[in-house]
Nanobody, 118 residues
Framework: QVQLVESGGGLVQPGGSLRLSCAAS????????MGWYRQAPGDQREFVAR???????MYSNSVNGRFTISRDNTKNIVYLQMRNVRPDDTAVYYC????????????WGQGTQVTVSS
């Protein structure tokens, strides 16, 4: 059974940087496309970035050029390097497979809170 543990969030000033980590288990990680998602208060969860098993990356328009997704298949970890963060990046960040079902039964980890504020 898949288990996802996100970490690395916190309070950061606008323009600052933060690196999020997600440890995955219960999947053949090296063969799994992984993604980062976020949910701001009052909003639906949205896609942020994904990295395929072959390493190909894709980003949402809102983070393209500022965030970098990467993975370490030896540790079963996917990272999200956030740079030049903005207040509208404030959200709870989650990782999961990509693509991921929006069904209510879909498993999600606890997420990690990122707050961008001066």
């Amino acid at each position: 059974q898949v288990q996802l543990v996100e970490s690395g969030g916190g309070l950061v000033q606008p323009g600052g940087s933060l690196r999020l980590s997600c440890a995955a288990s219960g999947v053949i990680f090296s063969m799994t496309d992984m993604g980062w998602y976020r949910q701001a208060p009052g909003d639906q969860r949205e896609f942020v970035a994904r990295i395929r098993a072959d390493g190909h990356e894709m980003y949402s328009n809102s983070v393209n050029g500022r965030f970098t997704i990467s993975r370490d298949n030896t540790k079963n970890i996917v990272y999200l390097q956030m740079r030049n963060v903005r207040p509208d990046d404030t959200a709870v960040y989650y990782c999961n497979r990509w693509p991921v079902s929006v069904a209510p039964s879909t498993y999600w980890g606890q997420g990690t809170q990122v707050t961008v504020s001066s």
